[in-house]
């Protein structure tokens, strides 16, 4: 393109010395001198354009400028047509509040027919299982724990964290959760105790062995059951999404107890989370919390291209080698199926579009950006009330955290999980955790970007006005914004979408709330997450993205 440029400026320039050639004879002298004054003009300017380097921008980034105090641009080019308000718009009102949460409310008690830990346990039976990845599978994992125990009729050991896996955390169980209360919170349903006993004299030595992904209750008494009979006790290694979706309704809100009451961060984690919340809300009376997951790591897994050339692809590519089964994938297709990451720029029109003003404040759970601080630029632009950790809290205080991902992560959960609107820019463990909890309480709004229709919108932008993208931006987002019933019962993860643990209130017609929530956010069906299916590739997801090299 830049060279058809050239080629049509020297062409001109020759045309006007070719005329000047010809007709001097005709023209009095100081039309020649004129003319021939212009063309060695042109003549400069064309060798000025044509030898000057190219000027070079990010390719994350495009160049933001204010305008006149009301709004800015984020292409210069056509600054009549695509102008970004610093306000959120007549929808502002209305961001904070989840229209349809006032009907429903999280519920997991267990039946009367439901069997107590008294009846159900069996004596000389042990369960353990070792966790494997990051703290939000590490959490699924623990929840489903106990499940599996209660169907194997065992006494459960508390669970072993992975500390070998890509983030080396090498915390245990009691530095991350509070041990006492998870033994006692669910003690009625089964009994867990810290270590392995003796038998007389004599030291358990466990079975190890592995059940397969999504193993239902039948599974786990063929498979696991006639051995812990034989050897007493079985320890079930990279014990990740190891149990079915597909259980009784009991056995799901035992699922719930577990995950929504049992497991508690252990004093330090939840008094310095408390404090960056408190930070936060002395600052503004709402506040996003925004996953903004775009870490190398999950680029490099992704396989998706943000533009950056050979740099890009071989900086994200020597991370990508990391996985031993990680088949090559085609970066246009994977963003046309919505398995991209949203650009922090991208998330920040979305947000923008969604009625969130300039005055909003965002805290951001994330660890190394990709790009850094220029990456981030155009999110800052348009969001000023920037938090993270490290701005709202000294490193001292950090300290005893730093050092641990694990201990990191926990203190972002529960920022997150305390926001008044929650927005995830991927669909992996720890948005999937957050989501089903705060549907669990009160259905605080929770935003997923719908990647799959936003990929084109975004891309077309500059050939629009705001007004246009951003009306089609919230129709995009019909479905998406975390409202009651978004989500058919029995689709997605279970932790993402415990529908036998939400409930309708009793004074409010079932039928007309459904019928009502449905229609004004959409029922969500494609993009979900299927019994068997994975839809999105998180570093943390699933077992060969966890055998590093």
Not at 91 to 112: A, E, R, T
Not at 504 to 510: I, K, P, R, Y
């Amino acid at each position: 393109m830049k060279k058809r440029k050239h080629e049509t400026l020297f062409l001109g320039i020759f045309q006007i010395i070719l005329h000047t050639l010809l007709f001097r004879r005709r023209k009095r002298p100081i039309h020649r001198f004129l003319t021939l004054a212009s063309a060695l003009f042109g003549a400069i300017l064309f060798f000025i354009l044509f030898f000057s380097p190219p000027i070079h921008q990010h390719h994350l980034i495009n160049p933001i400028s204010f305008i006149n105090g009301t709004g800015f641009h984020m292409n210069l080019q056509q600054q009549h047509v695509f102008r970004v308000p610093m306000g959120g718009g007549s929808l502002s009102g209305d961001v904070w509040i989840s229209k349809q949460s006032k009907f429903y409310h999280g519920c997991s008690d267990s039946s009367n027919n439901f069997p107590t830990a008294e009846v159900n346990t069996h004596p000389n039976r042990y369960l353990m299982i070792a966790t494997s990845g990051g703290l939000n599978q590490q959490r699924t994992g623990i929840v489903d724990a106990v499940v599996a125990a209660h169907i194997l009729n065992a006494i459960l050991v508390v669970p072993k964290l992975d500390q070998k896996s890509y983030w080396k955390d090498s915390s245990n169980f009691s530095e991350i959760f509070d041990v006492d209360w998870f033994i006692s919170r669910i003690s009625k349903d089964i009994k867990i105790i810290r270590d392995l006993p003796r038998i007389g004299d004599k030291i358990i030595t466990p079975y190890t062995t592995r059940v397969p992904r999504k193993c239902n209750a039948k599974c786990y008494q063929t498979r696991i059951l006639p051995i812990l009979k034989k050897k007493h006790a079985v320890q079930l290694t990279k014990f990740d999404y190891r149990l079915s979706n597909r259980l009784t309704t009991d056995m799901q809100k035992l699922r719930c107890r577990v995950n929504y009451h049992a497991l508690k961060f252990t004093d330090p984690i939840t008094e310095m989370g408390r404090k960056l919340v408190e930070r936060i809300r002395m600052k503004s009376k709402h506040f996003v919390a925004l996953h903004l997951r775009f870490e190398p790591d999950m680029l490099a897994f992704s396989g998706c291209y943000y533009g950056g050339g050979d740099k890009e692809r071989k900086e994200l590519g020597k991370i990508r080698k990391r996985w031993k089964t990680l088949h090559a994938r085609n970066p246009d297709k994977e963003r046309r199926n919505g398995k991209c990451p949203l650009t922090p720029e991208e998330i920040g029109l979305m947000l923008r579009a969604l009625g969130f003003g300039n005055d909003v404040h965002i805290y951001v759970a994330s660890g190394e950006i990709y790009g850094g601080e220029e990456t981030l630029a155009p999110l800052k632009a348009l969001f000023p009330n920037f938090y993270s950790k490290d701005t709202i809290a000294s490193k001292e205080e950090l300290a005893p955290f730093s050092s641990f991902s694990s201990r990191m992560a926990a203190l972002d959960f529960m920022v997150c999980d305390e926001s008044d609107v929650f927005v995830s820019n991927n669909n992996g463990n720890m948005a999937r955790m957050l989501a089903g909890r705060r549907r669990y309480f009160d259905h605080k709004p929770t935003i997923r970007p719908n990647t799959k229709k936003l990929n084109n919108l975004l891309l077309r932008r500059n050939n629009m006005t705001w007004e246009e993208f951003a009306s089609q931006i919230r129709t995009s987002q019909i479905g998406f914004m975390g409202e009651p019933m978004e989500v058919k019962p029995g689709r997605g993860e279970f932790h993402e979408n415990p529908t036998a643990c939400i409930c309708a209130d009793s004074e409010m017609d079932t039928g007309a709330a459904t019928i009502s929530a449905r229609r004004d956010m959409g029922e969500v069906t494609d993009g979900q997450v299927g019994e068997e299916e994975q839809e999105w590739s998180d570093t943390e997801y699933t077992e060969n993205e966890l055998e590093i090299q």
